[in-house]
């Protein structure tokens, strides 16, 4: 059974069979595609923005836990002191 979705916006119908004909596809199709494509997008914003929260997070941690005065160097880099 097939479920229906009313475009009730003139500029989004208009936008819609536009895609549809430049593409060649089914007002269907270019709809659902273009969702899937957003979607798609939005998400992987949001991983984007969500990693770098972590690795704020964790820088800010790092910073946090090294003493003062404390070289913020890896041990075995290149001029660190045993």
Not at 8 to 26: C, F, I, M, N, W
Not at 28 to 33: G, H, K, L, P, R
Not at 34 to 49: C, F, G, K, M, V
Not at 68 to 77: C, F, K, T, V
Request: charged share 35%.
């Amino acid at each position: 059974m097939a479920t229906q979705l009313n475009i009730k916006s003139e500029d989004g119908y208009r936008l819609a069979t536009a895609l549809a004909e430049l593409t060649g596809e089914s007002l269907t199709t270019a709809v659902t595609e273009a969702l899937r494509e957003r979607l798609e997008r939005e998400r992987r914003s949001r991983d984007r923005a969500l990693r770098r929260a972590r690795l704020l997070a964790l820088a800010a941690e790092l910073r946090a836990s090294l003493r003062p005065g404390e070289p913020s160097r890896a041990p075995d880099a290149p001029g660190a002191t045993p």
